[in-house]
């Protein structure tokens, strides 16, 4: 049997810790079988032969830039079976320049919500709130999530655009507070599938920090989400 080939990609603003962070899921990818590379931008992305050999992407680029040539190399590969995913704004707040990218992933980072003005002291901090993650009717069901149980997190609440063509295993409703501008409940996926050509994309929005990322069902999702993005053998 070929060994499956990881390809991680991170960079981009480091207020999400990209090298610490992927360092935390690298170690399972090798438990798992995988060969792994680390690169550090995403100019390999331009790079057919090298992605055409890939099964998996994991993405940790928050914020960031992508040249056209790259983000149609990354697309070409997700459409012939190279699967793709990734974790807060290492996937959902990637490269807000390019619509092709957007296109790609299904799903963008607009804001998260922050505590009441009188309580903000200038910190990240001023942007975690209490929230739960519920796992969909779809959720239960599907590989990654099925046995988790909703959870609670104390961490940036992403508020995520998003189409109809992804397949959303968990959600989460920002309510409604006296200090913010909207009048009713807003539910958001949280986590979330796409099929692209022979692609899977796989998009976990908690992971603003190492903690969460080490939450039991957070590293769950995004350990499961790695194998399952993993090319099929019908992509192969």
Same mark, same amino acid.
């Given at each position: 049997?070929?060994?499956?080939?990881? &390809?991680?990609?991170?960079? @981009?603003?480091?207020?999400?810790?990209?090298?610490?962070?992927?360092?935390? !899921?690298?170690? !399972? &990818?090798?438990?798992?079988?995988?060969?792994?590379?680390? #690169?550090?931008?995403?100019?390999?992305?331009?790079?057919? %032969?090298?992605?055409?050999?890939?099964?998996?992407?994991?993405?940790?680029?928050?914020?960031?830039?992508?040249?056209? #040539?790259?983000?149609?190399?990354?697309?070409?590969?997700?459409?012939?079976?190279?699967?793709?995913?990734?974790?807060?704004?290492?996937?959902?707040?990637?490269?807000?320049?390019?619509?092709?990218?957007?296109?790609?992933? @299904?799903?963008?980072?607009?804001? /998260?919500?922050?505590?009441?003005?009188?309580?903000?002291?200038?910190?990240? #901090?001023?942007?975690? &709130?209490?929230?739960?993650?519920?796992?969909?009717?779809?959720?239960?069901?599907?590989?990654?999530?099925?046995?988790? #149980?909703?959870?609670? +997190?104390?961490?940036?609440?992403?508020?995520?655009?998003?189409?109809?063509?992804?397949?959303?295993?968990?959600?989460?409703? /920002?309510?409604?507070?006296?200090?913010?501008?909207? /009048?009713?409940?807003?539910?958001?996926?949280?986590?979330?599938?796409?099929?692209?050509?022979?692609?899977?994309?796989?998009?976990?929005?908690?992971?603003?920090? &190492?903690?969460? +990322?080490?939450?039991?069902?957070?590293?769950?999702?995004?350990?499961?989400?790695?194998?399952? %993005?993993?090319?099929?053998?019908? %992509?192969?």
């Amino acid at each position: 049997m070929t060994q499956r080939r990881a &390809l991680v990609v991170r960079g @981009g603003w480091e207020g999400h810790r990209p090298v610490e962070a992927t360092d935390l !899921f690298i170690p !399972f &990818l090798e438990r798992s079988g995988y060969a792994v590379r680390v #690169e550090g931008s995403t100019e390999i992305y331009a790079d057919a %032969a090298e992605l055409a050999d890939t099964d998996l992407i994991v993405q940790c680029v928050t914020m960031s830039q992508i040249t056209a #040539e790259q983000v149609a190399g990354l697309a070409a590969a997700v459409v012939a079976g190279t699967g793709f995913t990734g974790w807060h704004g290492g996937i959902a707040d990637s490269f807000r320049a390019s619509s092709d990218y957007l296109h790609l992933v @299904g799903g963008q980072f607009a804001t /998260h919500p922050g505590v009441q003005p009188c309580d903000r002291g200038g910190g990240e #901090e001023d942007n975690f &709130l209490p929230h739960s993650i519920t796992i969909t009717d779809l959720g239960r069901e599907h590989p990654i999530t099925a046995g988790i #149980e909703d959870f609670d +997190l104390v961490t940036e609440q992403y508020w995520v655009l998003h189409d109809d063509l992804i397949e959303v295993l968990a959600t989460t409703t /920002h309510p409604t507070r006296a200090w913010h501008p909207w /009048h009713r409940p807003v539910t958001s996926p949280a986590i979330w599938t796409r099929n692209w050509g022979a692609g899977r994309i796989v998009v976990t929005t908690p992971g603003h920090s &190492l903690d969460v +990322l080490e939450h039991a069902s957070v590293s769950t999702v995004i350990e499961r989400g790695m194998v399952w %993005a993993t090319r099929t053998a019908s %992509a192969s």
